[in-house]
């Protein structure tokens, strides 16, 4: 049974810093990896789809990496804003519909 | 439509009562998925909707949860004799199916349940 893990559970970082939130799952046997911002209230937002023989994708100042061997993804934010401030999951897809991590709750100090 | 639909945004009722959660997936999307989200908690996959395949019903919670897709398109989600811990978010998700597996998951804003 795949198991997805975030670390970290939360995070706090000063306008403008570049962070990274890491997203690591038990079985390698993925077909893609999804990373979602999900506001207070609202529904999840899709970030960015890695397929299984992708390393990375990029999307403005967003680039995810996948290592299926070692089971983990990254999510990098560049020059972090406000307005970045949600929470973050990572869902893998498998031979079971996507599995989440609990995710990452991150504030961007101003 | 232009993205997931998911109705009512907000359903408040007493324990005992059945529930119905509808969701409208994106036109053409052939897999819709049901998830929950509880206070704190990380989402909890439900059901599974693939074209014409059976559904995976692997994680519905017990038998008062079922769901149905007609016509390959809109989906209603059922709670029978609602309990306090059925309250949470049901989100729902759609995606083009394509081969090695699906496409990019969009989600509707959810149905908040709140039983009393």
């Known amino acids: 049974k795949q198991e997805v893990t975030q670390i970290p559970a939360a995070l706090s970082v000063p306008e403008g810093e570049n962070l990274v939130l890491n997203c690591s799952f038990t079985d390698s046997a993925i077909y893609n990896l999804q990373w979602f911002r999900q506001d207070p209230g609202k529904g999840l937002t899709s970030l960015l789809l890695i397929q299984s023989s992708q390393r990375e994708q990029t999307s403005g100042r967003l680039n995810a990496s996948l290592d299926k061997s070692s089971g983990r993804s990254t999510l990098y934010i560049a020059a972090s804003q406000p307005g970045d401030s949600a929470t973050y999951l990572c869902?893998?897809?498998?031979?079971?519909?996507?599995?989440f991590g609990k995710g990452t709750r991150l504030s961007v100090i101003a | 439509g232009a993205g997931v639909s998911q109705s009512p945004s907000n359903k408040v009722t007493e324990k005992g009562k059945d529930v119905e959660l509808r969701c409208d997936p994106i036109s053409g999307h052939t897999a819709l998925y049901w998830y929950r989200q509880s206070l704190g908690q990380g989402l909890e996959f439900l059901i599974y909707f693939q074209g014409n395949s059976a559904p995976d019903k692997s994680g519905l919670p017990s038998d008062r949860f079922s769901a149905e897709r007609t016509g390959g398109s809109v989906s209603t989600l059922t709670i029978q004799r609602t309990q306090q811990e059925d309250s949470a978010v049901y989100l729902c998700?759609?995606?083009?199916?394509?081969?090695?597996?699906?496409?990019?998951?969009?989600f509707g804003e959810g149905s908040r349940l709140t039983v009393l």
């Open positions: 998700a759609s995606s083009f199916l394509r081969s090695g597996g699906t496409g990019e998951l969009f």
């Open positions: 869902g893998s897809l498998g031979n079971t519909p996507l599995v």
